[in-house]
Structures are given as C-alpha cells and as structure tokens.
C-alpha cells in the first residue's frame, strides 16, 4: 500500500528547489555573517537575500523581517516583546478563544506576571465578531492578537477589518499567520498589521524556520540579549542555512 500525506497543516515536505538551496548553504555557509572576511560575505549574503525573499512576499522591507524558529518562537516574541515594552501595570491583551496553543500559552505566562487578557467568542464557524473586538479594547490594552487561518477548521478571520479597528483606537494588532502564508495574500500592509507570524514549515521548508514580521519603529523588548544579532532583537549567529 502506497502512503499519501495530506497533513500539510501539521507539516510539509522540503520542496526540493528549497533543499538545493540548502546544500548551498550547508557546503559554502559555514563563515560567521558578521565576519568581514572571505568566509563571512557569501555567509551575510545568504542571510540577507533569504530576508528580503521574506520580505518580498509580505510586501515590507527586509529589516522589518526578524527570523525565528518557527511559528510559537515567534509569536512569543511578539507578546512577550510588547509585554515587557509596554510599562503599564496590568496590560490588556484581546484575542479570540480559537487561538492556538502557542498564542494561549505565553498569554497564560503573562497573565501569572500580571497582564490582562479577553478572549473573544467565536462563532459557529470561528469566526470573531469585530463588533466585539471594537468592544473590548480599553486605555490599558497594548495589543490585539487574532489569528489569520486556523489550523483545525480552516476559518480565516477578518483580519483586515479587525486590524483596522485596533489602528483607529490607537492599538497594535498582531496576526499569527503560520497557517496562511504561501497559500493565501499576506501582505502587511493589506491585511494592515503591525506584526505577523510565519512558520516556514507549513510551506516547504524544514522545520525550525520561522520569522516575525515587525513594523518599523514598533517598540518591542528583544526576545534573546546578547550581541546585535537581528537588529539587536534576537542574539545569536544568523544561520545562512
Ligand atoms: C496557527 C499556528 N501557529 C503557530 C504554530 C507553531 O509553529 P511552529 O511549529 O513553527 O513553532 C502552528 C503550528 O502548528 C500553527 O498552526
């Protein structure tokens, strides 16, 4: 019996446009992509033409691109980086009761640490009201964060109607969007976000490859001190693979 997966919210296969570039990569990368030297410039060139790759297909500049691990690192980067940027007692948090795991954890940490968060009802179809959205945003809170498509049901929210709302109340709006890009548009701009999530494993990549979109001049706690890695969001040397 022949198997056939289908399970390509769960995963995918590396398509193998993606693993040649890899071997690329993996044979020709190894110098350090701070290193001014033979070793280290085909290196940064690696990492920065994969950013601006990203950040042509969500329409933003390539230093707006933060990579990650994948998908949880960062949406974690994201609610934690407002979190501690934020400097107001008990920030308010809005996001709807489908969120998936790697949204209610980290909002469930920062509840034990003091945020406040509502989570918006979903419809028969799981869908969020925007009406309710626009209900529940008050002077304490510092982010809506509301997925694009889930994982399960496949329901994509109006996030541009949603984003829209939380711009006109003077709020940031995040969207996890690791079901959703490379299958549906995701620009930035037109679905009017501040940050978003993508895990490039749901699209052909290996696993352990994410990145967070972050809108210039949006204030955000690093997610890793250290050195200046990643406009000094995320420490650690960039890997070119
Ligand atoms: C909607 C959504 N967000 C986040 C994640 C987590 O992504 P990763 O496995 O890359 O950390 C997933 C993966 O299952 C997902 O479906």
Known sequence: ???IYLDFNASTPVAPEVAEIMRHALETGHGNPSSSHWAGVPARQMVEEA??????LLGCSPREIVFTS???????????????????GQPHFITSSAAHPAIVAPLRFLESLGARVTWLPVDG?????PDDLRRAITPKTVLVTIMHANNETGTIQPIAECAA??????VRFHTD???????????ADDVGVDMLTMAGHKFHTPKGVGALFIRDGLRLEPFV???GHESSRRAGIESAM
């Open 51 to 56: 950013r601006t790759r990203v950040a042509d």
């Open 177 to 187: 969007a690791a079901q959703s890009v490379g299958k549906i548009p995701t620009r």
């Open 225 to 227: 001190h250290g050195a």
């Open 125 to 129: 179809t799981g869908l969020v009201d």
């Open 165 to 170: 709302i939380a711009r006109e109340l003077g």
């Open 70 to 88: 994948g998908g949880s690192e960062a949406n974690n980067h994201a609610l934690k980086g407002v979190f501690f940027a934020s400097g107001k």
């Open 1 to 3: 019996m022949r198997d």
